[in-house]
T-cell receptor, first 116, second 115 residues
């Protein structure tokens, strides 16, 4: 089946630093990728839709200047958490739909961010 | 606007028994898709089963089946012959075909299988 990877799988950083998370579709091209955030014991909340070749679409309440998204190619989207603070600590998951794959959306394994 | 509701925050089931996880949804669009995902403690999202709004038959995938009641707007997941490895969080999600491939998730149900 299709594989979506994320890197890093976990990261610990100091408050005020920026962290970049990569999401790659390994065996298919994805013109659209989605970024979700999941706090402990909660559901996945869509943060933004990453669009190859154009600006990302952010959900209401998500600061676009804080969560920078770049869809650099048809297989790579990056999420940069700028000036991270402890309240940004969360589990970040990306997903990508593959055209022609029926109706499945493929999820990355997630990145656990801890901001000290 | 879409909404997905999972009313059971946690459930226990005895090993080898069947269990039903509830999911209700609300949408004004006639074309939509319903998904169930399993999330073990590792955090990965594992696709289990899909039901399209126009599908005539309930979806089945091995031990997983989806009890789709369109008029009631419910899409309950039935797991037969529960196994210890089924213990995990389960999320119901909906895709509105008019909103691209974006998924909206329910709050999740934590299933615990007792030996």
């Amino acid at each position: 089946g299709a594989v979506v990877s994320q890197h890093p799988s976990w990261v610990i950083c100091k408050s005020g630093t920026s962290v970049k998370i990569e999401c790659r579709s390994l065996d298919f091209q994805a013109t659209t990728m989605f970024w979700y955030r999941q706090f402990p014991k909660q559901s996945l909340m869509l943060m933004a839709t990453s669009n190859e070749g154009s600006k990302a679409t952010y959900e209401q309440g998500v600061e676009k200047d804080k969560f920078l998204i770049n869809h650099a190619s048809l297989t790579l989207s990056t999420l940069t958490v700028t000036s991270a603070h402890p309240e940004d600590s969360s589990f970040y998951i990306c997903s990508a739909p593959r055209l022609g794959a029926g109706n499945e959306q493929f999820f990355g394994p997630g990145t656990r961010l801890t901001v000290l | 606007a879409q909404k997905i509701t999972q009313t059971q925050p946690g459930m226990f089931v005895q090993e080898k028994e069947a269990v039903t996880l509830d999911c209700t949804y609300d949408t004004s669009d006639p074309s939509y898709g319903l998904f169930w995902y399993k999330q073990p403690s590792s955090g990965e999202m594992i696709f289990l089963i899909y039901q399209g709004s126009y599908d005539q038959q309930n979806a089945t995938e091995g031990r997983y089946s989806l009890n789709f009641q369109k008029a009631r707007k419910s899409a309950n997941l039935v797991i037969s012959a529960s196994q210890l490895g089924d213990s995990a969080m389960y999320f119901c999600a909906m895709r509105d075909h008019n909103a691209g491939n974006m998924l909206t998730f329910g709050g999740g149900t934590r299933l615990m299988v007792k030996p």
